[in-house]
């Protein structure tokens, strides 16, 4: 059975930080990517991360202040986020592609998806 079991998250002040896990399991997945989805809202990407790690993504919003890592051999990958803002309050959800084409900004490009952790930043 593929899974993807998300772990982290919850409440921070403006200026904090927190760490999301995404723990994969049942395959090997080609590129790994953090959406996150506020109310109202259409989830939108915050990082991606090719198999090997050589090519990386993230919008303008939060470069600078989130990277995303992964450890293939724990089958992981982590979102780091320091400087949090209220703005980036969302629930957050990994993903992974088991194709090798399409880009890694698409949710369109993602097979699998992780159960989604909420993520709120307070002013």
């Known amino acids: 059975q593929v899974q993807l079991v998300q772990s982290g998250g919850g409440s921070v002040q403006a200026g904090g930080s927190l760490r999301l896990s995404c723990l994969a399991s049942g395959r090997t997945f080609s590129a790994m990517g953090w959406f996150r989805q506020a109310p109202g809202k259409e989830r939108e990407i915050v990082a991606a991360i090719s198999q090997i790690g050589d090519s990386i993504y993230y919008p303008d919003s939060v470069k600078g202040r989130f990277t995303i890592s992964r450890d293939n051999a724990k089958n992981t990958v982590y979102l780091q986020m320091n400087s949090l803002k209220p703005e980036d309050t969302a629930v957050y959800y990994c993903?992974?592609?088991?194709?090798?084409?399409?880009?890694?900004?698409?949710?369109?490009?993602?097979?699998?998806w992780g159960q989604g952790t909420q993520v709120t930043v307070s002013s």
């Open positions: 993903a992974g592609s088991i194709r090798f084409a399409g880009a890694m900004t698409s949710t369109g490009r993602y097979d699998y």
